[in-house]
């Protein structure tokens, strides 16, 4: 999913963190899980899905991203809400257990999903917001000495709304539109793989592959 690039920004400010939203990292490369295969047959999914299966909170397991530390991914969905929550844990943090150092969370709202051909299932989106938070007192200190998408007032645990703002780079803007794919099955939740030619920016692009490592009640 496009969101992990926008963390990532956030992160690569702090240089706290070194993972892309393209889910090219190591740890999924070396992860042992293997996406549903596509339906060969070409016709569209044969059982609807269950929209309150889809609901409720959802989890990666705890990946390293090299030197810099590790990382926990969690998506809340609701009824028409879907947030997608972005951890950033130390080195020392091999679980993910001790309180992050740093977290991002973007916020949408979807329409409801529609099958497409390999049996995975279309979800479109619209942002609301983006938000981040420094946990920790060295990551506040980076935080403002870096002026984080402009701000030198970092204060632990105070969010912050950063939706559209200049964070190395621009972040999107309340109301963008964002395309994906998704398939649930066995109580495992994957998404979309993003690429350069499936940023999930446009329908055109809507991924077309799934992530390797999926998410887990």
């Known amino acids: ?76 969905i609701g009824a028409t809400t879907f947030d997608y929550f972005t951890q950033l844990h130390l080195p020392t943090d091999t679980d993910c257990s001790d309180p992050a150092s740093f977290d991002a969370k973007a916020s949408f709202t979807y329409v409801v999903p529609s099958f497409v051909a390999n049996g995975n299932n279309n979800i479109d989106m619209i942002l609301t917001t983006i938000k981040a938070k420094v946990n920790t007192p060295a990551a506040q200190v980076a935080a403002n000495a870096e002026e984080l998408c402009g701000f030198t007032d970092w204060q632990i645990g105070i969010e912050k709304d950063v939706t559209g703002l200049n964070c190395i780079e621009n972040l999107p803007s309340s109301g963008g539109d964002f395309f994906q794919i998704f398939f649930l099955g066995d109580d495992r939740l994957f998404v979309g793989e993003i690429d350069d030619d499936h940023s999930g920016e446009t329908a055109d692009e809507r991924p077309e592959t799934l992530e390797a490592m999926p998410f887990e009640k």
């Open 1 to 76: 999913m496009k969101i992990c690039k926008w963390t990532t920004t956030l992160f690569l400010t702090l240089a706290l963190v070194g993972c892309g939203f393209n889910d090219n990292d190591d740890d999924d490369n070396n992860s042992n899980d293997n996406p549903p295969p596509a339906d060969d047959g070409g016709g569209a999914a044969e059982d609807p899905i269950d929209l309150a299966d889809l609901q409720g909170t959802w989890s990666k397991r705890c990946t390293t991203i090299g030197t810099l530390g590790f990382r926990k991914d969690t998506l809340t």
